[in-house]
T-cell receptor
């Protein structure tokens, strides 16, 4: 696609429910990243996929968070048993190759846990 | 700038004036730096980048300055316009960090007409 697409754009969920956030990267981009942005804060790294390599999960805050990337393209970030502190904007970005910068970000999914 | 709790540092400038947004980084191994602009409701957008073998790089109305001695990065915007109002983030990449960018806390720029 022309840009990085994320869905849904907004998600309100009840505490304890599971949610799935989707990211469609730019076609041909081999690297995909998930970041989290809490209100008024900077970007917190969550997870990084590069080609067929094992993902870098070092930023995932707890074992309730997981992500997968199928076929080297679409990625899904799953949060199980959501908590109120999970409320944030979840941003996905993609880039062409390792050490190729200028990530292109999607517009994010705003998650609100009530 | 560094964020403090929920409150981003804010820079307020008059339309037409020049803006300078500052960023301190801590990783002396960082060799690549980027400035991003984030408008409300949107993802961050690439503005300009600089490698550590340079100390200045210019784009259209924007200049990035890098001082490796004090680990300081700045973004200068000339003739600031209302459309420049946004949150600005610096990001760094260290030589051992693969393709990972570490983002600063952000600075909110408000342009007064």
């Amino acid at each position: 696609g022309a840009g990085v697409s994320q869905s849904p754009s907004n998600k309100v969920t009840e505490k304890g429910k599971d949610v799935e956030l989707r990211c469609d990267p730019i076609s041909g981009h081999t690297a995909l990243y998930w970041y989290r942005q809490s209100l008024g804060q900077g970007l917190e790294f969550l997870i990084y996929f590069q080609g067929n390599s094992a993902p870098d999960k070092s930023g995932l805050p707890s074992d309730r968070f997981s992500a997968e990337r199928t076929g080297g393209s679409v990625s899904t970030l799953t949060i199980q048993r959501t908590q109120q502190e999970d409320s944030a904007v979840y941003l996905c970005a993609s880039s062409l190759a390792q050490r190729e910068f200028g990530y292109t970000f999607g517009s994010g999914t705003r998650l609100t846990v009530v | 700038g560094e964020s403090v709790g929920l409150h981003l540092p804010t820079l307020s400038v008059q339309e037409g004036d020049n803006s300078i947004i500052n960023c301190a980084y801590s990783n002396s191994a960082s060799d690549y730096f980027i400035w991003y602009k984030q408008e409300s409701g949107k993802g961050p957008q690439f503005i300009i980048d600089i490698r550590s073998n340079m100390d200045k790089r210019q784009g259209q109305r924007v200049t990035v300055l890098l001082n490796k001695t004090v680990k300081h990065l700045s973004l200068q915007i000339a003739a600031t316009q209302p459309g420049d109002s946004a949150v600005y983030f610096c990001a760094e990449n260290g030589d051992n960090a693969g393709n990972m960018l570490t983002f600063g806390g952000g600075t909110r720029l408000m342009v007064k007409p």
